[in-house]
C-alpha cells in the first residue's frame, strides 16, 4: 500500500514569490496534517483536517499561509508571499482518525532565497 | 505546564552496545506516547507507541521502550546497536492545546552509532 505521497520534494523560490505543496494520505485515511520543521527541530502542526474540515488550525499563520483538503482526500498547502524565515521542511501526515498513529511522508523542502 | 523533553541533544554509542533514547513527559491524565525517526532528507518513520497496557512496548528494528509512570519517562532501547541506526529520534506526546489534542514532538536526539 503507497504511504503519503508529497510534491514538490525539493523547491528553491526567491522571497515574495507564491509556493504550493501538495499532499495525497493513505487511501482510507480521514485524517491528515500538515506540519513545519525547522533544521535542528521536532515538527510543529500547522493544521489538522478531519475529512474536508480544518479542526485544528491555531497554529497555521493566515496572514499568508494557506490550506485546502477539497473532497477529502488530497490537499494543498499554500505560501503567498514566502518570507526568508519560511525555509523548512513541510511534512504532510495522515491517520485513520485523530486517535491513531500519524504516518508522514517523505516532506517538501522549500528553501527562500 | 504539558510538555514532552529530550534531554540530550546526541547520543553516541558503538557497534553492539546497547542504546538508550531519553524521553521525559509532563501531561494531565494519561499519555499518549510515541517514538520516530528520521534518517537524512526523509520524513519521519514511526517505530512505536504507548496508549495502555504493559509498560515494555515493543517496536520496528528491534527497538523498545519503556513506559515509567513514577518517573514520567518513556525511554527508547536496543539491545544492540547498529551502524544504520545512526538517525535523528523524536520522541511525541499527544498534549491538550485548548480544546484540540495534538501530538507533540520534542527536540529530537541524535544518534550516531560507531563501527
Known amino acids: 500500500e503507497a504511504g503519503v505521497v508529497q510534491s514538490p520534494r525539493y523547491k528553491i523560490i526567491e522571497k515574495k514569490q507564491p509556493v504550493a505543496f501538495w499532499c495525497n494520505p493513505i487511501s482510507g485515511h480521514n485524517t491528515l496534517y500538515w506540519y513545519r520543521q525547522n533544521l535542528g527541530q521536532g515538527p510543529e502542526l500547522l493544521i489538522r483536517?478531519?475529512?474536508?474540515?480544518?479542526?485544528?488550525d491555531s497554529q497555521l499563520p493566515k496572514d499568508r499561509f494557506s490550506a485546502e483538503r477539497l473532497k477529502g482526500v488530497d490537499s494543498t498547502l499554500k505560501i503567498q508571499p514566502a518570507e526568508l524565515g519560511d525555509s523548512a521542511v513541510y511534512l504532510c501526515?495522515?491517520?485513520?482518525?485523530?486517535?491513531?498513529?500519524?504516518?508522514f511522508g517523505e516532506g517538501s523542502w522549500l528553501t527562500v532565497v | 505546564a504539558q510538555s514532552v523533553a529530550q534531554p540530550e541533544d546526541q547520543v553516541n554509542v558503538a557497534e553492539g552496545n546497547p542504546l538508550t533514547v531519553k524521553c521525559t513527559y509532563s501531561?494531565?491524565?494519561?499519555?499518549?506516547l510515541f517514538w520516530y525517526v528520521q534518517y537524512p532528507n526523509r520524513g519521519l518513520q514511526f517505530l512505536l507507541k504507548?496508549?495502555?497496557?504493559?509498560?515494555l512496548v515493543k517496536g520496528s528494528y528491534g527497538f523498545e521502550a519503556e513506559f515509567n509512570k513514577s518517573q514520567t519517562s518513556f525511554h527508547l532501547k536496543k539491545p544492540s546497536a547498529l551502524v544504520s541506526d545512526s538517525a535523528l529520534y523524536f520522541c511525541?506526546?499527544?498534549?491538550?492545546?485548548?480544546?484540540?489534542?495534538?501530538?507533540?514532538f520534542g527536540s529530537g536526539t541524535q544518534l550516531t552509532v560507531l563501527p
Open positions: 511525541a506526546v499527544v498534549l491538550l492545546r485548548g480544546s484540540a489534542r495534538q501530538l507533540t
Open positions: 504507548y496508549i495502555t497496557g504493559d509498560n
Open positions: 501531561v494531565s491524565g494519561n499519555p499518549y
Open positions: 501526515a495522515s491517520s485513520l482518525t485523530v486517535a491513531y498513529t500519524i504516518y
Open positions: 483536517y478531519e475529512n474536508e474540515e480544518a479542526v485544528d
